[in-house]
């Protein structure tokens, strides 16, 4: 838990930037590229506001040989780091997790005896309570929360057939009451994954042979908005206005894969890639802005030191407020190895190094 004295280098091409933008600081190891009282991009639709939490802590799993453990550090210099749960590890399935939006509770995956399984189980940051759902589901289900920081979304798939694709269902739980509300299944895919809750209905990505669309499900009726790629793609990302929705597009296979970053306007269908090397790994939205940060070679969030070499990071989540963002450096590959900083204008914050799962900002531990 160091704090390091050196610049963080937010790197954003120019093309990049919406007319509305411009570089506001420049230094040798530092382009800032955002203003946090730009207004949002409605493209005729109303943007979804809510009050912004005031997040001081980010929590992550730290992957051990026998034992996973929920942790909790202040953004801080010198913060110690506190377990708020601990998980076992069976058949070697490591936990992986979903934070809140208003930053009160973890969900937490983790394995259990049946191969492909997880079950559920709810941390309480301010009080370290853990409640246990009661239904198993998909051990790398894709997990989104609605805004109302109680409601997720995940998936369960019957076991697969020769081919490899599934029957998977959609459903939604309510983390107090515990009440499950089903919300779409889907036939003879090789996966499906719930991607956002929109205020009258849900975001679904299906990937089948003719590669990965996007369905919008309304009480029970899904209906195809838009076909995302001819292959798979991952890491689906909704705007908080609900207008906009950014993915990775995998493209290719072996030596030649290429992993784009791309955005996806809802009301038109539209797709529009983002620039930079065709590696990108990680993305996340920063609050007030229509432009989603990407990690990787190329990526619009690296570190550079003062001979001007860069390493990419993988962003996983602004602060609230837009001040802070919570990157994981890899060592030298993609993996999980690595470790987690916090970075503003003008500051690194070492949080903590090792096999770790970055959560997201949550509230402080009472």
Do not use: C
Not at 28 to 35: C, E, F, I, K, N
Not at 98 to 109: F, H, R, Y
Not at 113 to 122: D, F
Not at 171 to 187: C, L
């Amino acid at each position: 838990m160091i704090a390091r004295g050196a610049n963080s280098g937010m790197k954003l091409p120019r093309s990049w930037l919406p007319p509305a933008l411009g570089f506001i600081g420049i230094s040798a190891a530092l382009l800032v590229w955002a203003s946090l009282d730009v207004q949002l991009v409605s493209d005729g639709a109303t943007p979804i506001s809510s009050p912004v939490p005031k997040l001081s802590s980010v929590a992550y799993i730290l992957h051990e040989p026998l034992v996973d453990r929920v942790q909790v550090q202040k953004a801080e210099p010198g913060a110690v780091p506190q377990t708020l749960a601990m998980f076992k590890v069976p058949l070697g399935l490591h936990a992986h997790g979903s934070v809140s939006p208003d930053g009160q509770t973890i969900l937490v995956l983790h394995g259990v005896a049946e191969p492909g399984r997880a079950a559920l189980s709810v941390v309480n940051v301010s009080t370290g309570r853990i409640d246990a759902l009661f239904s198993p589901v998909d051990f790398q289900t894709n997990i989104v929360w609605d805004r109302d920081g109680k409601t997720v979304a995940v998936g369960r798939s019957l076991p697969p057939d020769d081919v490899g694709r599934v029957q998977t269902e959609i459903f939604s739980i309510d983390t107090e009451t515990k009440i499950e509300s089903h919300i779409a299944t889907f036939d003879s895919v090789f996966e499906a994954a719930p991607v956002g809750f929109l205020e009258d209905s849900m975001l679904v990505v299906t990937i089948d042979q003719s590669g990965s669309a996007l369905t919008r499900v309304t009480d029970g009726k899904a209906a195809k908005v838009a076909q995302l790629s001819v292959g798979r793609t991952r890491g689906w990302t909704l705007h908080p206005d609900g207008v906009r929705l950014a993915f990775l597009d995998v493209i290719g296979a072996g030596a030649g894969r290429a992993v784009v970053a791309k955005v996806i306007l809802l009301s038109t269908g539209q797709i529009t890639s983002l620039p930079g090397e065709d590696d990108h790994f990680g993305i996340v939205w920063r609050p007030g802005l229509d432009i989603p940060d990407i990690g990787g070679p190329g990526g619009s969030v690296q570190l550079s030191d003062s001979e001007g070499s860069t390493t990419p990071v993988h962003p996983i989540s602004w602060a609230p407020d837009g001040s802070r963002l919570l990157v994981q450096v890899p060592s030298g590959s993609q993996g999980q190895a690595g470790h987690l900083e916090i970075l503003s204008n003008d500051t690194r914050l070492w949080l903590v190094e090792g096999e770790i799962v970055p959560l997201g900002w949550v509230a402080d531990v009472q």
